[in-house]
Structure formats: C-alpha cells, structure tokens
C-alpha cells in the first residue's frame, strides 16, 4: 500500500509541475498578447496543448489510482488540494488571456475600418459619447 501511495504522491507532484509551467505559460502568453508580439503567440499555443495532453493523461492516471487505493494519505490530499488550486488558477488566467485577445482583435479591426476609411466608424466625441463618422477626413487626404 506504501508503493501505492508513493506513486500517488510521484503523479500528483508531476501534475503540480506541469500546472507550474503552464501558468508560466499563460503569463508569457497574456504579455505577448498584451504587447502584440503574433510570432511568439504560435509557439506558446502549441507548448500549452503539450502541456494540456500531459495534464489530462496525469489526471487520468491518477483517477485510476486514487479508485483502487483504499487508504488516503494526508500528504496525498494536501497535493489533491494543492493541484486544484492550480488548475483553477490556469483556467483563470486562461479566461483573462482570451478575453484580452479578444479586445486586441476588436482594437485592431477598428483601427484597420478607419486606416482604409470604411463607410462608417464609432469615434468619440470630447464627452466621450459614441458617434459614428463618414470617415470624409479620410477620404480626402491626398497623401
């Protein structure tokens, strides 16, 4: 039962390791969104699907093990604990990630309607209230 529960403890650790990195992750991914840097962006999705692959096959595994073990140890709940505390960390910065991404899509679709004068454009007027422009400056600049 010891060797169970050390295995137990080996995969949890793991898991905890690999939660780490992923957040390191998630935190390069946001400055690179942030400071719109598209090539790193690339890499960075493809190292969180690696880790996301070793995640869900640790979870697996461990699903297994923590079934056929009768005996919990407290270490072992401490780190069951520690791990969701992670995970629930990743997936909240997951969602601030995506959200940003999203606004940095939506600020460059409108900068890219005003570069080449789309019919209409929401600007601002001086009390911050929303107008929507013909965009005639654009179009008679003879530059």
């Known amino acids: 039962m010891a060797d169970h529960n050390s295995l137990i403890t080996i995969k949890l650790n793991e898991q905890i390791n690999c939660l780490t990195t992923l ?15 598209g090539e790193g962006l690339k890499e960075i999705a493809q190292q969180k699907m690696s880790f996301l692959t070793s995640i869900s096959t640790l979870d697996k595994e461990l699903s297994k093990l923590i079934a056929s073990n009768d005996q919990q140890t407290d270490e072992n709940a401490d780190l069951i604990k520690l791990t969701r505390t992670k ?20 600020s460059v679709k409108q900068l890219k309607g005003i570069l080449i004068g789309a019919p209409s454009s929401m600007t601002y007027d001086q009390a911050g ?9 654009v179009r008679n600049l003879k530059a």
């Open 129 to 137: 209230s929303v107008v929507n422009t013909d965009n005639s400056i």
């Open 87 to 106: 995970l629930e960390q990743c997936q909240k910065q997951n969602e601030v990630n995506a959200h940003a991404a999203h606004q940095a899509q939506l």
């Open 23 to 37: 957040s390191e992750l998630l935190t390069q991914e946001l400055d690179a969104i942030a400071s719109r840097r």
